[in-house]
């Protein structure tokens, strides 16, 4: 139920309410009001390729597949914005932009989902994401065998350099000429930002502890680019960008996917996945428009992220596959990952107003390539803040506990405060795992259960990161420091790929192992997180996954 | 509490900032002319989902998680905002497994709450005084309150996952808040420039320094 | 708050400054100043004027003097509109900010003062403000470069694209140079015809005029090639300026400095070109800029950040001014060689 209504007429092209990607045609990103032409697909044909999410899995796939000719449609249950003319600059009206629909969370460290980590658009997550395209550290494609925890990749790190700088080069990402870690690496293809004041802080910090910090690699334009203007530093990126400077995949990918031929469905929330008797998948259960439909096609693709893969792939069980699809391993939806997002907060004598321009605009990846003195696994990287007011005051209050005058004054020191918070690689657990719980949803759909517990490796490394933190923040010259504990972001490794079907969800090719025309193409696949924002990661292998799916086709093994 | 902790609009850290004088400048979209008119326009007594017991908890209870200074003239309507959120069922995307759903988790809360009142002090929550709120809010944050009337449901969980967070997004969400935070407020077209340390954009709120505050003001009021 | 308070006033001056008082400040100096070279121009020309109709025809030496003084005055103009937007965007934290803003007015007074006198004499007003834009030039390097080193990362690609930028002062010792230059080819000693061949310190003027102005227009190339790569040279016209000006300036430095050469007509003509080509793309560079301007989110509305972040529209036209110089270096040169 949308309130809106209860008090206005419903705009008559409200697109939280009436999909507009339909009659051939789908909004114009570029133009306020504008329309792009768009294929259709009959529901009574099968498609090539039926994919369920345009995020930065399904949307780059969706792209990558039609510019390969494949006959391609694709699914959001989110809007389909136009974010000149849809996007307030208003943290709670963006809140549109999350998928803001009850998940039930438990276990030892119940995760907060929505803000950070969950899209509810067409062009999913990457609608408000921070813009972070930061490629993984070599090494931990083969963590287990090269560093000793996690799990190995079924994939070398070499060939998803190549598809880093495809998606490097698509997202025209703006960063340092020369990046401090990791292989050589071409040159980013736009020039990095200038630095505000939360960013300096970041790069003063790191000189005074004698570690390398770097501009970072973001995806917002720092020059035009074909329709869309460099970035203004509005600052608004976590609650969408209304200026199109954000190289998101809905201002990327999916024009290029349209142009390609595939078609789009907004407001298609797809509920379950048919399969015959010959143990294939035929197409798509999706409500649209208040009622069920659905879509016959050759393959699925699974794009839902690591909460809504598992759940439409248990939620598609029948009595050939009582545990769901794919699912014979018994892992779909189980080590589940998260990042941690601790963060080191201060106050400093000068005006920093960290409210203008992306709010991570330095890094350090310092801790994901420095290996000794380490009493942990894994790594962390950790950037520069900017909260809106509302993110701040609940940030405050959720720490420290404050209300009443003690918050109201510390508020108003918001121009001063400054942080560092990090993105730190969490291991994959069994226990922690998406399951279906007995609510349902607006469709009856059973909800997903959110089980999640920190290990003992992911609180040494939060106690490290805490640590060094905030001697770099107070080494800059932070005073009144305090730490946040609780955040976490980002999701992934709900249906893992790897070597062995019976300890992975799909191989290398996302392809799963039970069901040959069933695909999952999203941050569910990653058999291990890496200290950095994956947003990057999940295109590289959707694009891999595009490349590979065509060679397939080519020698007929579709 | 005196009222110079307590800014409002002609006082405190950014005396004269009024973002609302951006609204028809380049700072301001359409989009968040209309969206931000439609929250200005809440009547502050209007309530559909709180009953009339329920909303006079509410409100006393926002005057002590968000006190705001006695002499501003239109005090944010934090509660309103919140009976509206719950109006549009705007959820967060997540629930501990201990909680009912929001709307329900705030009746339930509230009304716990006045039974603790009632018990102890034989007074609905309204009623006391700020140091007896203030110290039931407390017990409520640490866990300490446990009457029949919460049904299992945790005090402390509903005041760290409901309670404190919801009324701060309410009261944080109002323009008045980010004047007295020096915010600079709604960004498109126009961004900004400055990002240095100590700069400011012409369009941004300007922050008393010790006996300069004339000079704030008068830049404050020049914010278009 | 009081600790805050406290906190505040410990730190030093800079937190104190006021970004409008100095712009405003700046403005009134800067707009006192044009006034007053205006006025100085026009009292000193009235009584410039009876010597005229005592002489012949104006001598070539004066006429390209004047030509300077035009250079100078156009660069100056150039100098003033840019370091104006940019300190503004500095919000004047330096009071010497404002420094270039009236040396770069001076210049662009005394220039104007300088096409309207037609003595063959070099004027101590002009070359105290030539020389004072020289001097402000030299310490400017040296206060940006120190902007740039003490930011971290030090001297970095992106301090030195974010950071004071090392080769804007050079504008407005250029322009001084240009006015220096103007002075010496000018000067008569009273008594003497006016030379054929005027020297500056030693060196014939159109060599040195050639050398310098060469030089001007590859370090504006310089400047311009960081801040067109700062934008990804996004637009294939953001290439022109990495061109035609290296051609106008070679061909100038090739055909005056060519050592002792007969006259090469051919050569002299293609410097022409080449430097009527980099003067045009002076103006045609603001044209791209303004729509640069226009490109970014808002457009013109949103001219309070546009005009500060977008591409400058001042920058383009000191192409104009330095080619304009090279021009009137080769009629010295010209002039030289009919001497010959």
Request: aromatic share 8%.
């Amino acid at each position: 139920m949308s309130g809106d209504r209860m008090f206005d007429d419903p705009m008559p092209d409200d697109p939280m309410e009436v999909p507009r990607a339909t009659n051939g045609r789908a909004p114009d990103v570029f133009r306020e009001g504008g329309w792009v032409p768009m294929r259709e697909h009959s529901e009574n044909e099968a498609v090539d390729f039926a994919i369920v999410g345009t995020g930065a899995g399904g949307g780059t796939l969706a792209c990558k597949l039609a510019e390969a000719g494949f006959s391609v449609v694709a699914f959001d249950a989110g809007p389909y914005w136009r974010p000149l003319e849809d996007f307030a600059s208003d943290e709670t009206e963006q809140r549109k932009l999350f998928w803001t629909e009850d998940r039930l969370c438990d276990g030892d460290d119940p995760l907060k989902l929505g803000d950070n980590n969950s899209g509810r658009s067409v062009g999913g997550s990457t609608v408000h994401y921070a813009m972070v395209s930061l490629r993984f550290r070599p090494e931990w494609f083969q963590s287990r065998s090269k560093l000793g925890y996690g799990a190995d990749w079924p994939i070398d790190w070499r060939e998803m350099w190549r598809y880093y700088q495809e998606v490097e080069r698509t997202l025209q990402i703006s960063g340092p000429l020369s990046y401090p870690w990791g292989p050589k690496r071409p040159r980013y293809p736009r020039r990095p930002h200038e630095l505000n004041a939360a960013a300096l802080v970041l790069a003063k910090g790191a000189e005074a502890l004698g570690i390398d910090w770097a501009p970072t690699p973001i995806a917002t334009l720092s020059s035009p680019h074909g329709k869309a203007p460099p970035c203004v530093y509005r600052g608004f990126c976590t609650s969408g960008c209304s200026t199109n400077a954000k190289q998101s995949v809905l201002n990327t990918w999916l024009p290029r996917a349209l142009a390609a031929g595939a078609e789009i469905r907004d407001l298609a929330m797809v509920g379950r996945i048919e399969t015959d008797r010959a143990g294939l998948v035929t197409g798509v259960h999706y409500h649209r428009d208040g009622q069920w439909r659905f879509q016959r096609a050759r393959n699925v693709v699974v794009a839902g992220y690591a909460i809504e893969t598992p759940r439409l792939l248990l939620n598609s069980a029948t009595d050939r596959f009582p545990d769901g699809l794919a699912n014979s391993s018994g892992l779909v939806g189980s080590n589940l990952m998260v990042q941690l997002n601790q963060a080191v907060w201060g106050s400093m004598a000068e005006e920093v107003r960290s409210y203008k321009a992306p709010p991570s605009l330095a890094l350090t990846e310092h801790w994901n390539y420095a290996d000794d003195g380490k009493d942990f696994f894994g790594g962390y990287c950790y950037m520069s803040q900017g909260p809106l007011p509302i993110v701040w005051a609940r940030t405050l209050a959720g720490s420290r506990g404050l209300w009443g005058e003690a918050l109201m004054r510390q508020m108003e020191r918001y121009n001063h405060q400054v942080g560092l918070k990090m993105v730190g690689e969490c291991l994959p657990q069994e226990r922690n795992r998406v399951t279906l719980a007995d609510e349902t949803d607006r469709y009856g759909l059973p909800v997903a259960r959110v089980t999640y517990s920190y290990c003992d490796n992911d609180k040494r490394m939060m106690r490290h990161a805490l640590g060094f933190m905030g001697q770099a923040l107070e080494a800059a010259g932070a005073t009144d420091l305090w730490e946040e504990r609780d955040d976490t972001c980002h999701l992934n490794g709900t249906a893992r790929m790897g070597s062995d079907p019976a300890t992975s969800v799909v191989d290398a090719d996302c392809r799963s192992w039970d069901i040959p025309n069933l695909w999952i193409c999203d941050g569910s696949v990653f058999p291990t997180v890496g200290g950095v924002n994956p947003s990057l990661t999940i295109q590289a292998i959707a694009c891999r996954t595009a490349d590979r799916i065509q060679a397939l086709a080519g020698r007929g093994a579709l | 509490m005196p009222d110079e902790t307590m800014p409002d609009n002609t006082s405190g850290r950014y005396p004269g900032y009024d973002v609302l004088a951006k609204r028809n400048g380049p700072s301001w979209n359409d989009k968040t002319r209309a969206v931000i008119d439609r929250r200005l326009a809440i009547d502050p007594e209007d309530h559909r989902i709180f009953d009339d017991a329920a909303w006079r908890t509410l409100k006393a209870v926002c005057d002590r998680i968000v006190p705001q200074p006695p002499k501003r003239a239109a005090p944010i309507p934090v509660a309103a905002l919140l009976d509206r959120r719950l109006q549009e069922d705007r959820r967060d995307g997540h629930r501990d497994v201990r909680l009912p759903p929001i709307a329900e988790a705030w009746r339930r809360g509230l009304a716990a709450l006045d039974a603790e009142c009632r018990r102890a002090h034989d007074r609905p929550f309204h009623d006391l005084g700020p140091d007896q709120q203030d110290a039931l809010l407390r017990a409520m944050q640490e866990g300490r309150l446990d009457d029949p009337a919460w049904e299992g449901m945790p005090s402390r969980l509903f005041f760290a996952s409901r309670l404190l967070p919801d009324i701060l997004e309410a009261y944080y969400s109002h323009p008045t808040a980010w004047n007295e935070i020096g915010f600079g407020g709604p960004a498109s077209p126009r961004g900004y420039v400055r990002m240095g340390f100590d700069r400011r954009d012409p369009w941004e709120a300007s922050e008393a320094k010790p006996g300069r505050e004339d000079v704030a003001w008068e830049e404050n009021r020049r914010v278009r | 708050m009081d600790d805050m308070t406290r906190g505040a006033a410990s730190v030093p001056a800079r937190l104190d400054q006021r970004p409008t008082r100095p712009a405003r400040g700046a403005a009134w100096a800067v707009a006192g100043l044009a006034a007053l070279s205006a006025g100085a121009a026009l009292a000193l020309r009235r009584r410039a004027r009876p010597q005229r109709r005592l002489e012949g025809p104006p001598p070539v030496t004066l006429r390209v003097a004047k030509d300077l003084n035009r250079s100078a005055a156009l660069l100056g103009l150039a100098a003033l509109a840019d370091s104006a937007v940019e300190h503004y965007r500095g919000s004047f934290h330096n009071p010497a900010m404002v420094t270039p803003l009236a040396v770069s007015t001076a210049v662009i007074g005394v220039s104007l003062f300088g096409t309207l006198d037609d003595r063959p004499r070099a004027h101590a007003v002009r070359d105290a403000a030539y020389g004072g834009a020289i001097l402000t030039g030299a310490v400017g390097t040296g206060f940006h470069l120190f902007n740039v080193t003490k930011r971290p990362g030090g001297l970095s690609w992106l301090n030195l694209f974010y950071g004071a930028p090392i080769g804007a002062p050079s504008a407005v010792a250029l322009a001084g140079l240009l006015g220096f230059f103007a002075e010496r080819v000018r000067h008569t000693r009273p008594g003497e015809a006016p030379a054929k061949a005027p020297k500056v310190l030693g060196v014939p003027a159109a060599d040195a005029l050639a050398a310098l102005v060469s030089l001007g227009i590859l370090g504006t190339v310089a400047e311009t090639a960081l801040l067109h790569f700062r934008g990804a040279f996004h637009d294939p016209a953001m290439y022109l300026p990495m061109v035609v000006p290296p051609v106008g300036a070679a061909l100038l430095a090739g055909t005056v400095l060519s050592g002792n050469g007969r006259p090469a007509m051919a050569s002299t003509r293609a410097a022409r070109w080449g430097l009527r080509a980099t003067a045009a793309l002076g103006f045609v560079g603001v044209g791209f800029h303004a729509f640069g301007v226009h490109r970014n989110m808002g457009g013109w509305r949103n001219w309070s950040q546009n005009i500060l972040n977008g591409p400058p529209l001042p920058a383009p036209p000191s192409y104009t001014a330095l080619a304009l110089a090279g021009l009137a270096t080769l009629s010295l040169e010209e002039d030289r060689r009919h001497a010959r």
